[in-house]
Nanobody, 124 residues
């Protein structure tokens, strides 16, 4: 059974940093690539970043490039999202997702497994 469990969300001020974690189990490593999505109230879920389990390939949406970094710790089966210089518009529920499809996948439908999400709130 595949399980993805996010943690690390919280309430911070603009300019602060947070690190999200996604603990994965039940996946056939390193077949899967992982991604982070986010969903703000009243908006569609959107792609944030993706990474292959080898860590050799990462991809970011333009709005977070230069501020967010995703990484993996294969020994812990964990994926991280380091978020720096946070802005109020980064406020959302952040989800971890896994796919067995190759390539830089940014669509929700390309991902097979999802975590429950963790809330990130950035105050101005």
């Amino acid at each position: 059974q595949v399980q993805l469990v996010e943690s690390g969300g919280g309430l911070v001020q603009a300019g602060d940093s947070l690190r999200l974690s996604c603990a994965a189990s039940g996946l056939s490593f390193p077949t899967y690539a992982m991604a982070w999505f986010r969903q703000a109230p009243g908006k569609a879920r959107e792609f944030v970043a993706s990474i292959t389990w080898s860590g050799g390939s990462t991809y970011y949406t333009d709005s977070v490039t230069g501020r967010f970094t995703t990484s993996t710790d294969n020994a812990k089966n964990t994926v991280y999202l380091q978020m720096n210089s946070l802005k109020p518009e980064d406020t959302a529920v952040y989800y971890c997702a896994a796919t067995r499809r190759a390539g830089a996948r940014i669509r929700v439908i390309d991902y097979d497994y999802w975590g429950q999400g963790t809330q990130v709130t950035v105050s101005s």
